[in-house]
T-cell receptor, first 117, second 112 residues
Framework: NAGVTQTPKFRILKIGQSMTLQCTQDMNHNYMYWYRQDPGMGLKLIYYSVGAGITDKGEVPNGYNVSRSTTEDFPLRLELAAPSQTSVYFC????????????????FGAGSRLTVL | KQEVTQIPAALSVPEGENLVLNCSFTDSAIYNLQWFRQDPGKGLTSLLLIQSSQREQTSGRLNASLDKSSGRSTLYIAASQPGDSATYLCAVPVEYGNKLVFGAGTILRVKS
């Protein structure tokens, strides 16, 4: 099925470990995003990308890194995991092509639940 | 800095009731507003998108309104059903690139 696929769905890390959350989309969308959702809070933007080779920081980028070598893939890297990074991570994509007033709908993945102990 | 607030945080209603969810935003210079639905353990699904030039948008039993000048949007759900039970979030874009700022959501439970 077309859409956004995230792996893994669940992961437990020890403090200081590193890992990569994978995200891939098959809709040929230019824009991709990583959000985190903490309990009782709205989603907060970590990083986003407007196309292959172009990434930029969102609201809460500290402790994370991203890359966008292809249109389809947008992995999120956690270096030196900390308990504050315990959260649910969502990847999303959209076909917005550049106008701020454009309103293409975002397609979200099912989420990756990360616990850092 | 744009901030989005949703009230109530949680709502429990009997089946068949009409209900209203509220969303407010601090910066009225928005281009659009979206309402999403989130089922437990799942990602978000877009329900409705209202452009800044629109006052209302309807989809089936859902009706969303937007009042930019007062910084408010409402999501009206008619004849609620147990299948409507979910978390509903609103979001507005900031800057370039459709980056969204989300409210914390309203957890809705419709009892049969």
């Amino acid at each position: 099925n077309a859409g956004v696929t995230q792996t893994p769905k669940f992961r437990i890390l020890k403090i200081g470990q590193s890992m990569t959350l994978q995200c891939t989309q098959d809709m040929n969308h230019n824009y991709m995003y990583w959000y985190r959702q903490d309990p009782g809070m709205g989603l907060k933007l970590i990083y986003y990308s407007v196309g292959a080779g172009i990434t930029d920081k969102g609201e809460v980028p500290n402790g994370y890194n991203v890359s966008r070598s292809t249109t389809e893939d947008f992995p999120l890297r956690l270096e030196l995991a900390a308990p504050s990074q315990t959260s649910v991570y969502f990847c999303a994509s959209s076909s917005l092509t550049g106008t701020v007033s454009g309103a293409n709908v975002l397609t979200f993945g099912a989420g990756s639940r990360l616990t850092v102990l | 800095k744009q901030e989005v607030t949703q009230i109530p945080a949680a709502l429990s209603v009997p089946e068949g009731e009409n209900l209203v969810l509220n969303c407010s935003f601090t910066d009225s210079a928005i281009y659009n507003l979206q309402w999403f639905r989130q089922d437990p353990g799942k990602g978000l699904t877009s329900l409705l998108l209202i452009q800044s030039s629109q006052r209302e948008q309807t989809s089936g039993r859902l009706n969303a309104s937007l009042d930019k000048s007062s910084g408010r949007s409402t999501l009206y759900i008619a004849a609620s059903q147990p299948g409507d039970s979910a978390t509903y979030l609103c979001a507005v874009p900031v800057e370039y690139g459709n980056k969204l700022v989300f409210g914390a959501g309203t957890i809705l439970r419709v009892k049969s």
